[in-house]
């Protein structure tokens, strides 16, 4: 059982969760802050932990088993649970199912708002794994499913979506866009042989590295709006400070002819810089408070 269970967790990738999660708590703190000048109370911190939870690991899921046959054919990815035989896709479609249930609970827990905009999450989550099949435009997709965390957290806490809180969502998602740009690099010869869609097969690498840079751009300037639009002083300006530091050395990383440095950049960058963002947001709002 336990095998089954590590299976599992390594098909979802949950310690990727940290992605976006410091993000979804950073927009449950803006939300609550700007909106109420509260800070989330403890059972919608973990309400909303829940529902990442679920959210993510039901559209890891199904991304696995929309792209299984895919994935069967890629050297990269041929080893993953479902190709592998490891799992059969009964089991990952009743953990798909149990999924998507964790995070109904969750936002039932939540404002109103927050399951009245569950069918636009789901469909969102199920959309995207097709995409890669009809447009090249699919990592915007992306960026525009997985930004949905920092809004989401901001309607658990304010049931209300306003300005800041959709340019904080356009950031996010701008960010998600930019790496997933740079990660679909690395599958640039087996997207193209296999009529599959992406930025890097539609321009080459070269061009969407810089395509990537300009959307980092942009999550930087929304980062930088956000001070502006809320209460954040200092310490939110040295986190923004960091994180734009660690996004030009992410890029760094990557040339044109040189992907080996992808986990360091995809990976370890991107979860440090979402942990960076919220840590500071906290400080800043915390220091406020005092």
Not at 78 to 104: C, H, M, N
Request: aromatic letters at 14%.
């Amino acid at each position: 059982m336990f095998k089954k269970v590590r299976v599992f967790l390594e098909m979802i990738k949950i310690e990727h969760t940290l992605f976006a999660l410091p993000f979804a708590f950073m927009g449950a703190l803006l939300g609550a802050m700007v909106l109420d000048n509260r800070f989330p109370t403890l059972p919608e911190w973990g309400w909303i932990l829940m529902a990442m939870v679920g959210a993510r690991s039901a559209a890891m899921a199904l991304n696995r088993l929309i792209d299984a046959a895919i994935d069967a054919k890629n050297p990269r990815t041929a080893s993953r649970a479902i190709p592998a035989g490891l799992l059969k896709a009964g089991e990952v479609i009743l953990f798909t199912a149990v999924s998507f249930g964790l995070l109904f609970w969750a936002a039932a827990n939540l404002q109103p708002l927050s399951v009245y905009l569950l069918p636009i999450a789901v469909f969102m989550l199920v959309f995207y794994s097709f995409t890669k099949r009809f447009t090249w435009l699919c990592h915007v997709v992306l960026g525009l499913t997985i930004a949905l965390a920092p809004l989401g957290g901001w309607v658990a806490v304010s049931n209300e979506i306003n300005w800041t809180s959709i340019i904080f969502y356009l950031a996010v998602a701008c960010w998600t866009t930019g790496f997933d740009i740079v990660y679909a690099c690395q599958d640039y010869e087996f997207d193209k042989n296999e009529g599959l869609k992406s930025i890097p097969v539609r321009f080459g690498i070269a061009k969407s590295l810089w395509i990537a840079r300009g959307f980092h751009i942009v999550t930087a300037i929304g980062f930088v709006l956000l001070l502006f639009l809320t209460q954040l002083s200092w310490w939110y300006i040295i986190g923004t400070i960091i994180a734009s530091a660690l996004l030009v050395y992410e890029h760094m990383l990557v040339k044109p002819n040189d992907l080996s440095k992808m986990n360091t950049a995809f990976f370890t960058m991107n979860g440090v810089l979402s942990i960076v963002v919220f840590c500071f947001t906290l400080i800043d709002l915390v220091v406020y408070q005092l």
